[in-house]
């Protein structure tokens, strides 16, 4: 019960250091060379 | 590869990475790599660095990024000497600049004067000395926060 509710926080933990990092909703990379794409 | 970087990222939108040849010259095209966040997402310029870097793209050619243009939406906030703007739901800010085309200066003027109005902003330009060839340019750590030279921008409220 302790190791699903500490696994539980962890998930939380992550969803929410992945939105605090977010920064862009659209971006445009230009790119050039053979190995552009 | 990088557009395969890009697509491989948790927060963008696989449907909407759309990869474009400019066909500028014979030789060492040009090419656009389009992407937008998933609903409700932002994604992470950090994790796009890492995402690419990760391909391990070779050095020895004359490929490499030339630049990446970005929209976010946020705050305006003045602290001088700069202005900033925070990204909306993210602890992410980015120090925006006037971008040094021809006509931008007013553009960023008129932008500036909307700072410590709370008023919410979508600001498109690209970054700031992220440009080079692979696999220098990414090996070299993106300055924080990151600058934007603002060439569009729009009042969302």
């Not at chain 1, 190791?3 to 230009?30: D, E, H, I, Y």
Request: with cysteine; net charge neutral.
């Amino acid at each position: 019960m302790k190791r699903k509710c500490c696994l539980t926080a962890v998930a939380f933990s992550l969803l929410v250091a992945s939105s605090a990092a977010g920064q862009a909703v659209s971006g445009v990379m230009t790119v050039t060379g053979a190995e552009m794409h | 590869m990088a557009c395969d970087a890009t697509a491989r990222l948790y927060d963008v939108d696989e449907d909407s990475v759309v990869f474009k040849k400019l066909h500028k010259t014979e030789k060492y095209d040009q090419g656009t790599i389009t992407f937008c966040a998933r609903k409700g997402k932002l994604i992470d310029l950090d994790k796009l660095h890492e995402s690419i870097w990760a391909t391990r793209l070779s050095g020895g050619t004359r490929s490499g990024l030339v630049s990446l243009e970005v929209t976010v939406i946020g705050e305006l906030v003045e602290m001088e000497p700069e202005t900033f703007l925070k990204v909306a739901g993210s602890d992410a800010r980015f120090v925006l600049r006037e971008s040094p085309e021809d006509g931008q200066a007013a553009l960023f003027a008129e932008l500036a004067t909307g700072a410590g109005t709370s008023k919410v902003v979508r600001v498109t330009g690209r970054i700031d000395d992220y440009t080079g060839r692979w696999p220098n340019v990414l090996r070299a750590r993106p300055t924080r926060p990151r600058r934007i030279l603002v060439t569009s921008f729009e009042i969302m409220e």
